[in-house]
Structure formats: structure tokens, C-alpha cells
């Protein structure tokens, strides 16, 4: 089975390259995947150089002037990235015999929408609803996804991992957020619709009647945010078209199309530079990243609000990527199931285990979420990531794919 250990650059550079590949070696994986191109966090790194590593957003290599030149968005260039971290790691990663793929976050960029506020997300009110989100109907963060890409392709990767190419729920990501308002499941996901000029003008090409759908968004959470009670239950079709309308669901739904166009493009590039593509779904994440206690509604069934077509999807990228966040193996089994009938069984399912907390508690249970991943249909399980776990943590690995 295919497998790889998920690291990021400061944490080989901080413990040497030869201790940290040597031992992920160990765990019997066949490769690793590398942030190339990483967000900005603040990580607990509790065997690294430093206990805390601040990562900072952008590239771990220069921009190339071919791809980037003329646009108007070019990524951040990381610090050390002139010592060309990825080619040692391509080099380091091929005498053991390890594969190498490239991780990177499309769409979630402070510093860009930060500088170019337009490009990120509008919610209902017209507001700029964070600066790291850029809205992936924006003609220039489509030619800027499509140019990371390949980029990152370029590197001599065997894999392109694409996290963030999709949009983003409400206050994902945002560490400082407050709000002093209770937000139910449904108000929340209204409150994280993008409504900028260009998801509107793609809506309305689609038969939608977009501006009826920013109006009663905005309605419904003013009067939440005026002291309505907030609406309960988890956020399906049905329970939003009774509760906002068949405008809103609509144009909820016509927000795949802007994210498997996009993913297309990015697909179709990468190719073209000898790699693949590996689209991650975010959807895991959001429903299990906090405590591994996902509600009930499956990954795969709940990915389109996120504007994420499984089935369209499973015709035009190689390789899917699923975030497991479940402490339950059975659990995992189910969503690995409903995304293998969703992108059909010629499609690579690489599913992201969590081998501690707050996911997994023992060796055994990390044992039985990979038998749970294989005996669901999938080709793949990584495991994130190896700067934040102890290394009794990470010792669980090799027994889980062995046993």
C-alpha cells in the first residue's frame, strides 16, 4: 500500500535532513510529502530545534519568471528558500528510494489578500470576510492557482497535493476570530457564501438568480446577528431550501462549477510539467480537525459546501485526497466508502490519518483506522505530520501499516 509521512521544510532544516528522512524511512513508508508551498501557523514541534516554529506563508522556492512574470499575484518567497530546500529533499528522497510529493495551500494566503483585498472573499453584506481566503472565482487567483501548480509540479515532484482549492467555510483558519453572536450550523454557512462580483456573474450565467440569494442571506443573518434565535441542525439541502429558499441552495450548488473548472486547469498544468495531481478535500478537516468527533453527516455527502463535485471530480483529477479526522475507525470506513462511490474505483483514494491526539489514543486504534482505510477501497494512507507528533507517536506508524 502507498504511503507517506507529511513534513514541512523547518523541520528538516531544523533537525537535519539525513536524522528526518532516515527515520521516516523507518516507518516503512514509500514517500514523503513535503510543504512547498505552506499557510502561516504557529506549531508545537516538540522534537524540533525550536519548541514553537512560526511558518510564515508562500513558497519554499523562487517563483519562476515564465510562470509568475506578468501576474498580479506571485506568492511569498520563504526564508532559506534561495538554498533550494526541495531539490536537496528530491535528491535525499531518491537515494532511499522514497517518493516525494509536493504540498500546497492554493488558496489561503494572508499576505496576498492582504494586499490585494479584492480578491478574497465577499460576504452577503459585501464585506471582506478574511484576508486569507482568495475566492477562486477571481480571475487572478485562477491564473495564480494554475501557475502554483505547475509550479510546484516544476520541482520534480511525483505528486502535486492540493489543499485549499476549493472555497472555505466561515472562520476557517482565522485564529484571533470573535464574536460575541451565536451562530448556528446553517447561519454560519450563509455568513461564508462569497457574493463578490464574479461569483455572482458565474451564478448568473448558470440560470441562478443570484442577487434574490444575497438578499435573503443577508436578511437571515442580520436578523441573527440582531438577536434571532440561530437555527439547529446540520446544514443539508433540504433543511436549507426550507430554511432560506431554493435561491441560496441553488447558488450554493452552482459554486461547483467555479471550483471543477478551476480544478481542471490546475490538473490539466500540473500534467503538463510530469506530475499529477492530488486534489484534497477539505471537508474532513471541518467537520473533525478540533476534537476527531465529526457529526454525523459524511465527508463526501457534506464536500459540496465546500463547492466540491465528487463526481465531477472523479472524472478529471488521477488521485483524490481524504482527510480521516475520526477517532472511529468505523467511522473512517463509512467516508471512505462514500467517496470511493463517489469518484469511481479507477480513481486513487489517499487517505490523511492523524496517528495522536486528538484522533488516536493508542497504536492499536491507528492499526485498525489503516486496516479500516484498506478494507474501504483505498490506495494510499499518509500520516500527518511529523514535526508536531513526540516520536512515540510517530513509532505507532510502522506497526499500523505492517499490522
Known amino acids: 500500500m502507498d504511503s507517506s509521512v507529511y513534513v514541512h521544510v523547518e523541520d528538516v532544516r531544523g533537525e537535519g535532513s539525513e536524522q528526518v528522512l532516515d527515520r521516516i524511512a523507518g516507518y516503512g513508508v514509500t514517500g514523503v510529502t513535503v510543504a512547498a508551498a505552506s499557510r502561516r501557523t504557529r506549531d508545537v514541534t516538540p522534537h524540533g530545534s525550536s519548541r514553537v516554529t512560526v511558518r510564515g506563508d508562500g513558497a519554499h522556492f523562487a517563483p519562476p519568471e515564465d510562470l509568475f512574470g506578468g501576474l498580479r499575484l506571485v506568492p511569498p518567497v520563504q526564508a532559506g528558500a534561495e538554498e533550494e530546500p526541495l531539490a536537496a529533499l528530491r535528491r535525499a528522497t531518491a537515494e532511499r528510494g522514497l517518493r516525494l510529493h509536493g ?156 471550483v471543477t473548472s478551476l480544478v481542471s486547469e490546475v490538473s490539466a498544468a500540473v500534467s503538463a510539467e510530469g506530475s499529477r495531481l492530488v486534489f484534497l478535500d477539505g471537508t474532513g478537516s471541518v467537520k473533525g480537525y478540533a476534537d476527531g468527533l465529526p457529526s454525523s453527516g459524511l465527508a463526501a455527502h457534506d464536500s459540496w459546501q465546500l463547492g466540491v463535485d465528487l463526481v465531477a471530480l472523479g472524472d478529471l483529477v488521477p488521485s483524490l485526497g481524504v482527510l480521516a479526522y475520526a477517532r472511529d475507525a468505523a467511522r473512517i470506513a463509512d467516508d471512505v466508502a462514500a467517496y470511493r462511490r463517489s469518484t469511481g474505483k479507477d480513481r486513487e483514494l489517499r487517505v490523511v490519518l492523524r496517528p495522536g491526539p486528538p484522533d488516536t489514543d493508542s497504536a492499536d486504534r491507528l492499526a485498525a483506522k489503516v486496516r479500516a482505510v484498506r478494507a474501504a477501497g483505498a490506495g494510499a494512507v499518509d500520516f500527518f505530520a511529523y514535526g508536531l507528533l513526540p516520536y512515540p507517536i510517530l513509532d505507532r506508524i510502522p506497526g499500523a501499516l505492517t499490522g
Open 103 to 258: 504540498w500546497a495551500a492554493f488558496l489561503r494566503s494572508a499576505p496576498l489578500g492582504e494586499a490585494c483585498p479584492d480578491v478574497t472573499v465577499r460576504n452577503c453584506f459585501g464585506d471582506a470576510a478574511s484576508a486569507e481566503d482568495l475566492c477562486p472565482s477571481h480571475p487572478d487567483v485562477r491564473l495564480y492557482a494554475v501557475a502554483l501548480g505547475r509550479a510546484v509540479a516544476r520541482q520534480g515532484v511525483d505528486g502535486v497535493v492540493a489543499e485549499a482549492l476549493h472555497f472555505a467555510p466561515y472562520g476557517q483558519g482565522c485564529r484571533h476570530d470573535r464574536s460575541a453572536v451565536p451562530l448556528g450550523p446553517m447561519d454560519a454557512f450563509l455568513f461564508g457564501l462569497c457574493f463578490c462580483g464574479f461569483c455572482l456573474r458565474r451564478a448568473a450565467d448558470l440560470g441562478v438568480d443570484a442577487g434574490a440569494a444575497r438578499q435573503e442571506c443577508a436578511r437571515i443573518v442580520d436578523g441573527v446577528l440582531g438577536g434571532d434565535p440561530p437555527a439547529q441542525g446540520e446544514v443539508t439541502r433540504a433543511a436549507l431550501t426550507a430554511y432560506a429558499g431554493p435561491e441560496v441552495v441553488a447558488y450554493a450548488r452552482a459554486r461547483s462549477e467555479t
